[in-house]
Every structure is written in structure tokens, then in C-alpha cells.
């Protein structure tokens, strides 16, 4: 059974930082991207970063470049999201989410149809 996990999610001022873990299970996590996906309030799901596993390459929307850091840990199937500088625009519900129907979709891309598994979901709140 798939199953994403995710956690460290958390309230936090403005400036501050949180990492955020993905916990992977039930597949073969080095054929398969991750990627972190976010939803605010009254907001569409958006990507923000997504990995690669095989070959670490990574994707970052524009408004989180030079303050987020994906990362992956093959031996653990987890993947971490180190948010720093947080803005109160950051806040969200944040999703980590995995392509299995289609294990070539690419980190790179982070397209959010692409992914068909999704985790819980973890509250970031960003407060000024």
C-alpha cells in the first residue's frame, strides 16, 4: 500500500524556518519523483519543489527560489523540505504527493495532475 507521510509542519514567525519530512512507503521510492505541493485558504493546489529521487533533479516555483531546499534521502524514502525566510504568504496546508501511475514523470516538471498519491497534508502558518 502507498502511503506519504508527512511532517513538521508547525506555526512560525516571519523569518523564521521549518523543515518539513515525506516519509514514503509501498513503492520502490529511487523510481519515482516527490513533490511538495501547497494550498492556501480560497487558493488552488500549487507546486512548490519536486525531486528526483534517481538523479536529484529538482524543481522550485519562482516565489520559494533561494529560500526553500528539497532533499532526499534514499536510504530513509524520505524527503525533506527545508523552508527558510519565511513569509506569511507561505502559509498553507502542505502536501507531499508521488506519481505512481507513471514512474517517468520527472522531478523537474512538479505538474500537479502528474501526481496521483497524495499524503495527509501538514499546517504551515507563517505569522507577521
Known amino acids: 500500500e502507498v502511503q506519504l507521510v508527512e511532517s513538521g509542519g508547525g506555526l512560525v514567525q516571519a523569518g523564521g524556518s521549518l523543515r518539513l519530512s515525506c516519509a514514503a512507503s509501498g513503492f520502490t521510492f529511487d523510481d519515482y519523483a516527490i513533490g511538495w505541493f501547497r494550498q492556501a485558504p480560497g487558493k488552488e493546489r500549487e507546486g512548490v519543489s519536486c525531486i528526483s529521487s534517481s538523479d536529484g533533479s529538482t524543481y522550485y516555483a519562482d516565489s520559494v527560489k533561494g529560500r526553500f531546499t528539497i532533499s532526499s534521502d534514499n536510504a530513509k524514502n524520505t524527503v525533506y523540505l527545508q523552508m527558510n525566510s519565511l513569509k506569511p504568504e507561505d502559509t498553507a496546508v502542505y502536501y507531499c504527493?508521488?506519481?505512481?501511475?507513471?514512474?517517468?514523470?520527472?522531478?523537474?516538471?512538479?505538474?500537479?495532475?502528474?501526481?496521483?498519491?497524495w499524503g495527509q497534508g501538514t499546517q504551515v502558518t507563517v505569522s507577521s
Open positions: 504527493a508521488a506519481p505512481i501511475a507513471d514512474p517517468s514523470y520527472h522531478g523537474s516538471s512538479c505538474l500537479l495532475y502528474e501526481y496521483d498519491y
